[in-house]
């Protein structure tokens, strides 16, 4: 099964809805509950990057037999250094993000803890691949 | 404890539908860093915090927190309350802020 989504650039009334729909998919899959906690949790966190950081951007989850790959696609800036971007506590928003709740610089941090493999791909001025991994 | 017992007992006011879940608390967590909470609250969980925009809700749905309490009785726009009600995540309010609501949540659920 493969759904797709489009993620608005800097829409946070939106943001989040990608990862509540593939949520309620998953639920009616009749996955266990600490699965779907561990990729709805993956999934916000890279969808609220899209969203802050990508300028929006395509986001395709799949469920084959084994595992749950979600891959989310940006034409945005790219990860200047993907090493300090893993650090939990560093993080690039702006002051405006920071008021809204969002810039504790947990948000890859997050993927690494709830995901079982985590890749990304990234360039200066093109934008940015992630792809999250949750094995079933 | 059930989420209707302690909304009686810590005379909560509850912001979102009265037909929610009766779901069993597991305990509580402080914060208003939306990622942070994503990271450290567990299921069950009563979330205590002053944050209140819309992404509450989705935190608050995809953590599967039993509730979002709303302390110094922070004020919540309309829209989003329906989107909880769609969401079906409870929103509760308080007057008082968050450390006596953090001791009286510990007090009710873990002793």
């Known amino acids: ?136 | 404890m059930k989420l209707s017992e302690l909304i009686k007992r810590l005379d909560l006011k509850l912001l979102t539908k009265s037909d929610f879940e009766d779901r069993e608390i597991t305990g509580g967590y402080c914060g208003d860093l939306l990622s942070w909470v994503m990271g450290k609250a567990k299921p069950g969980n009563v979330w205590i915090t002053i944050m209140s925009n819309v992404n509450i809700v989705a935190v608050a749905s995809l953590t599967d927190a039993a509730c979002i309490l709303l302390s110094e009785n922070m004020n919540l726009e309309r829209e989003i309350i329906e989107k909880a009600d769609e969401q079906d995540v409870v929103i509760l309010r308080s007057s008082k802020p968050s450390y006596i609501l953090a001791a009286e949540v510990f007090q009710a659920v873990e002793k």
Do not use: W
């Open chain 1, 1 to 136: 099964m493969v759904l797709q989504y489009q993620i608005p650039g800097n829409d946070f009334s939106s943001a989040g809805e990608a990862s509540s729909n593939f949520k309620t998919v998953l639920k009616k899959l009749g996955l266990p509950s600490q699965t779907i906690r561990r990729v709805a949790i993956a999934m916000y966190e890279a969808e609220i990057n899209t969203v802050i950081h990508g300028g929006g951007g395509e986001c395709k989850a799949e469920v084959n037999g084994d595992r749950i790959r979600i891959t989310f696609c940006d034409h945005g800036p790219g990860i200047q250094d993907v090493n300090l971007a893993m650090q939990a506590g560093y993080s690039t928003a702006s002051e405006k993000i920071r008021e809204l709740g969002f810039g504790a610089g947990m948000g890859l941090p997050n993927i690494q803890k709830y995901a079982d493999d985590l890749q990304i791909d990234t360039e200066i001025g093109k934008g940015t691949t992630l792809v999250l991994t949750v094995n079933l």
